[in-house]
């Protein structure tokens, strides 16, 4: 079945980077676009990031652009969120998703991962 | 960006009963070729967030045929036929309308009575 496992999230001060991974296993990960979301405290969903199944085009919320950037391994099933410059205001649970359609075709996450928290903080 | 505004933000229900949730998005959300981009979810306490229906009405794999989506444009609505103890949670629309960024409602929290 779908499994994305989410790994490298952690406390981080303010400015500094962070890495996040994603392994995704049970289906043709190289066939599918996947995303980067996030969920802050008690807050509502949030959309950070999205990339083409063949790492050709990257499109992120305008709160990340330019500090984060999602990539890619099709030959380790892996996907990434390279993330600098954080902020106090990027503490949230970051979840990977698999895109419901395939190819270069984009109809929103289906299956999530479990999440991986991430607290900015000094 | 586009806007999604849902309705109730807490909706009791007692089991058996139906439910409805309402979002509305500001801008129309219908595309060619005739698909409404708009997406539920459901987050049961403590799990990641789970999809139930997509292009506003095509219920996911795998989701009771009690859920139902409903609406085209700008004004959508999920509904559950019967509610039952397991569906307690918060419910989110979405819009995935072509070039991100793609927005959420502020989520609608459904209890049991």
């Known amino acids: 079945q779908v499994k994305l496992v989410e790994s490298g999230g952690g406390v981080v001060q303010p400015e500094k980077s962070l890495r996040l991974s994603c392994a995704a296993s049970?289906?043709?990960?190289?066939?599918?676009?996947m995303h980067w979301l996030r969920q802050a405290p008690d807050k509502r969903l949030e959309w950070v990031a999205l990339?083409?199944?063949?790492?050709?085009?990257?499109f992120y919320a305008d709160s990340v652009k330019g500090r984060f950037t999602i990539s890619r391994d099709n030959f380790k099933n892996t996907l990434y969120l390279q993330m600098n410059s954080l902020r106090v205001e990027d503490t949230a649970v970051y979840y990977c998703?698999?895109?419901?359609?395939?190819?270069?075709?984009?109809?929103?996450?289906?299956?999530w991962g479990q999440g991986t928290l991430v607290t900015v903080s000094s | 960006d586009i806007v999604m505004t849902q309705s109730p933000l807490s909706l009791p229900v007692t089991p058996g009963e139906p439910a409805s949730i309402s979002c509305k998005s500001s801008?129309?959300?219908?595309?060619?070729?005739?698909?409404?981009?708009l997406n539920w979810y459901q987050q049961k306490p403590g799990q990641s967030p789970h999809l139930l229906i997509y292009?506003?009405?095509t219920r996911a794999s795998g989701v009771p045929d009690r859920f139902s989506g409903s609406g085209s444009g700008t004004e959508f609505t999920l509904k559950i036929s019967r509610v039952e103890a397991e569906d307690v949670g918060v419910y989110y629309c979405?819009?995935?309308?072509?070039?991100?960024?793609?927005?959420f409602g502020q989520g609608t929290r459904l209890e049991i009575k």
């Open positions: 998703a698999r895109d419901v359609c395939g190819g270069d075709c984009f109809w929103g996450p289906d299956h």
């Open positions: 049970g289906f043709t990960f190289s066939s599918v676009g």
């Open positions: 990339i083409y199944y063949d790492g050709s085009h990257e």
């Open positions: 801008q129309s959300l219908l595309h060619s070729p005739g698909h409404n981009f």
């Open positions: 292009l506003g009405s």
């Open positions: 979405m819009q995935v309308l072509q070039t991100p960024p793609y927005t």
